[in-house]
Every structure is written in structure tokens, then in C-alpha cells.
């Protein structure tokens, strides 16, 4: 083995596989590289080429969708010449007053809140690596991040009010508002961020184990 290579054996961790659990030692990959599970073929961990760069801008779209999602109406409902303007918290609002508290709750978090969270924690750690500084609390918010991911349901929110589309169609005449397209594009954009976001290749850069070793 050559030295390069025993320094990326030392530096190589642990990973489980996300589709069949498989253990893997991961080394430090190479610009451009992929690290794939040897028996399902999965993707482990990604080093691409264009470095932090595209995740950044990614995560920057993202999140300035959401603020536009957030700014605007998101759907227009006339029943019987009656105006009613619905923007994205205030579908979460419309149900707390309707006594539905706990829903109101999760499709706030699940909405709103946990890609809010997740997309700046996410932009906090990456800039701090690309600039290599070392800000406060980036570990924690990389292991965090981890956490908020399984919260962040904007498709499962956009299946919903297809389903309200649908439904409603016959009783009111609907129209779209700039928010519903903003959100949209937020979904596809998101989509795109995430697979470009790799904790793995992050944790490397740290420089620190994913945890404290005895
Ligand atoms: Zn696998």
C-alpha cells in the first residue's frame, strides 16, 4: 500500500449503507469521486469536482423561494362571490382556528419551520467550511441537520393541496398566486440541494470523527 493510500485507510470511516445497512470504511475521496456500496450499489458519500460551490448556490435558491413562498399569496378561493386569499402560514393558521392545533403544529414545522432550519443550518456549515472558518456551533448544526431532515415534507404539503385542487374544483373557482409557483420551484430546487449536500464529505473537511472515540 502506498502512502497516500495508508493516509486515506487512517483517515477512512465508518459508514452504514442508507438502502441495505452494509458497513463500509469510506475513505477521503478524490475531486470528482463516488464511494458506492459494494452489494446494493448505493451512493455512500460524493467529492464533486465543483467542491461547495453548488450546494451553496443551491441552498442560497432554496432559500430565497421560500421567503418569496412565504411573501405572497399562494392560492385565491371564490365561492359565491366571496374573496378568500390563503398564503402558506396562513393554511396553518385557517387550521388552529378551525381547532385542528396539533395538525396546524406539523404542517407548520413540516412546511414552513424545518426547511427553514435545515437550509440555513446547511448554507452556516457549508460557508463556514468553503471559507475555512471555524464558527460557533457548526459541528452541532452538522449533526443536527441530520435530525431535521426526516421533518421537511414540501412535497407531502404540495400532494395536499392537489388533493384540495381536486376536491374543491366543483364548489369554488381557485386561482394559483405567485407563492404556489415559488414553492414549486422550491420543491425541485430543495431536491436538487439535498442530493448535492453530503454530510459525509463536510465531517472530512471538519476534520473531526462523527463521534468521540474512547
Ligand atoms: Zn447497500
Redesign the pocket.
Known amino acids: 500500500m502506498s502512502m497516500p493510500e495508508r493516509a486515506a485507510t487512517a483517515l477512512a470511516e465508518m459508514a452504514a449503507?442508507h438502502?441495505?445497512d452494509?458497513l463500509h470504511r469510506v475513505p477521503v475521496l478524490a475531486p470528482g469521486a463516488t464511494a458506492r456500496?459494494h452489494?446494493?450499489?448505493?451512493v455512500l458519500a460524493r467529492n464533486p469536482r465543483g467542491g461547495l460551490d453548488r450546494p451553496i448556490a443551491l441552498y442560497i435558491t432554496a432559500l430565497v423561494l421560500l421567503l418569496l413562498a412565504n411573501i405572497f399569496p399562494f392560492l385565491t378561493l371564490e365561492i359565491g362571490g366571496r374573496k378568500e386569499v390563503c398564503t402558506l402560514f396562513g393554511a396553518s393558521r385557517a387550521m388552529y382556528n378551525a381547532g385542528m392545533g396539533e395538525l396546524a403544529v406539523v404542517v407548520f414545522l413540516t412546511s414552513i419551520l424545518a426547511p427553514a432550519l435545515m437550509m440555513s443550518s446547511g448554507l452556516y456549515v457549508m460557508l463556514s467550511v468553503r471559507f475555512r472558518q471555524s464558527w460557533p456551533a457548526v459541528r452541532l448544526l452538522l449533526a443536527w441537520i441530520g435530525h431535521l431532515e426526516p421533518w421537511v415534507m414540501l412535497d407531502v404539503f404540495m400532494l395536499g393541496v392537489l388533493v384540495a385542487f381536486v376536491k374543491l374544483g366543483n364548489m369554488a373557482t381557485m386561482h394559483t398566486g405567485n407563492s404556489l409557483y415559488a414553492f414549486v420551484g422550491l420543491i425541485l430546487v430543495f431536491a436538487a440541494a439535498s442530493s448535492a449536500f453530503d454530510r459525509h464529505l463536510l465531517w472530512h473537511r471538519l476534520g473531526v470523527p462523527r463521534r468521540k472515540r474512547p
Not at 39 to 42: L, N, T, Y
Open positions: 449503507c438502502e441495505c452494509e456500496c452489494v446494493c450499489g448505493a
